[in-house]
Structure formats: structure tokens, C-alpha cells
């Protein structure tokens, strides 16, 4: 049966490579800001489970790829007017982006969101919280009706907690959790919230080939076990 499934998920793959076929070279952008998802190591270059991902993703699907970093509050815009050809940047598949663009099937599970804070005892809800702007922490903390501060990296989420500026900032577990046992001061709250629906790559809506390329691919990797290899090495969440 294993060996029936990932003969079918090869020659959707192949079907969709042809299909695919006009992207001579395919562009991914990324943040470069979010670890372990994807940084910039020492050497300058970008790293991370989604580099890994990435480049994996495009030997299975036999595409040329490139990779283009873009900041966060600007990474959707700049999908759509063409700057790059793919999204692949932590982003959660949730319906208001669904509306701007198209995602893959996700590649990872719904990653718990985590408080953290230099106090075990913060209220979360009548703090001040510190979230990425545009992500899906920033959206829940508005719609709770609870006071928000909004910052353009994650860095600053971090450093408006240490200044004073925040009482805790939510964002993915996977992020949060090195910054607190990395640094004695700060502590993750019990407190955990499960917000959007997994981690997919995002495409414009016209690239529909190419979404079901990179879909053959993604679904190869959960064939296989080397996707859930990757989640478990760099510790992303939960396995498929």
C-alpha cells in the first residue's frame, strides 16, 4: 500500500512539473527575521526548516529556484505585483489571506501561539500584548478587544517586553521558546492559544499550476517521512 501511494503522488508530481513548466526560474521569498523558520545565519545567507524546506521542495518538483527576502508587513503586496513567485515564511493559512492569494496544502500542523513575558503572573487579558504586525497573534490579541502593540519584526516584539514597553508578546511557540531558555529574565506563560489553520506556501491566485507543483511535492515529502524528519530537526511543532 506504501509503495502504491507514493508511486501515485510521483507521477502527480511529474504531471505537475510539466504543467509548470513556464517558471524557467522560480522565486521564494522569504522574512528572514523568524528562526527557526527561516533566518539569516553568519555566513549571510538564508536558513532555517524552510530553507531546508524550500530547496527540497524545488529538487522534487525539478524547478530552478532563487531566493528573495522581503519584510513581513509587506511580503503579500509584493507576492501579488510580481516581485517574487512564492511565499514561504512561517505564514498560516487563515480565510483573510485566502482572499489576497492562494496556499498549498500545509506543511506543517497549527503551530500553538505562546505568551512571553519577564513575569510567571501577567494577565494576558488586561496587559499589554506585542505582536508582528499583520500576523495571526496581532489579529486574535485585536479581536479579543484586549490593548495591542504592533511591531514590523519579531525582534521588536522581544525588545518591547524587556524595555517595559509590553507586559508579554504572543507569536509561535517554536519562535518564542529559544528566546525564553536562552535568557533567564523571561518566561513563557502557561497560557496557549491554537490559532490558524497549519503553514502552507502562498501563490497568487493566477499560478495555479504552479500551486499544484509545489502541492505533488509537499505531499511526496509527507509520503516519505522526510517532512515530519524536517519538523522533528528543526522542531517546528507536531508531526503529520
Known amino acids: 500500500m506504501k509503495k502504491l501511494i507514493l508511486t501515485t503522488a510521483s507521477l502527480a508530481l511529474f504531471a505537475s512539473m510539466a504543467a509548470a513548466g513556464s517558471h524557467s526560474v522560480t522565486r521564494l521569498g522569504t522574512e528572514g527575521a523568524y528562526p527557526p523558520w527561516n533566518f539569516i545565519n553568519d555566513a549571510g545567507e538564508i536558513d532555517g526548516f524552510e530553507r531546508e524546506l524550500g530547496d527540497e521542495l524545488c529538487a522534487r518538483a525539478e524547478l530552478t529556484c532563487e531566493w528573495v527576502t522581503n519584510d513581513w508587513d509587506s511580503i503579500i503586496p509584493n507576492l ?21 492569494i492562494d496556499f498549498t ?94 503553514v502552507g506556501l502562498g501563490l497568487r491566485k493566477s499560478d495555479t499550476e504552479l500551486r499544484e507543483t509545489f502541492n505533488a511535492a509537499i505531499q511526496s515529502m509527507k509520503d516519505d517521512g522526510s517532512l515530519n524528519a524536517l519538523i522533528e530537526k528543526w522542531e517546528i511543532g507536531e508531526t503529520f
Open 80 to 100: 501579488v505585483s510580481g516581485n517574487y513567485d512564492v511565499i514561504i515564511a512561517g505564514m498560516s493559512i487563515t480565510p483573510e489571506r485566502q482572499e489576497q
Open 105 to 198: 496544502q500545509n506543511y506543517t500542523q497549527p503551530d500553538p501561539s505562546a505568551y512571553l513575558a519577564t513575569s510567571a503572573d501577567v494577565d494576558v487579558e488586561g496587559a499589554v500584548i506585542a505582536a508582528q504586525s499583520t500576523t495571526i497573534q496581532a489579529a486574535f490579541v485585536a479581536e479579543q478587544g484586549w490593548t495591542l502593540l504592533e511591531f514590523a519584526t519579531p525582534e521588536e516584539t522581544i525588545s518591547a517586553v524587556r524595555n517595559g514597553e509590553a507586559d508579554a508578546v504572543l507569536a509561535d511557540k517554536s519562535y518564542l521558546v529559544p528566546v525564553a531558555e536562552e535568557d533567564p529574565d523571561m518566561v513563557l506563560l502557561e497560557r496557549e492559544e491554537l490559532i490558524g489553520g497549519g
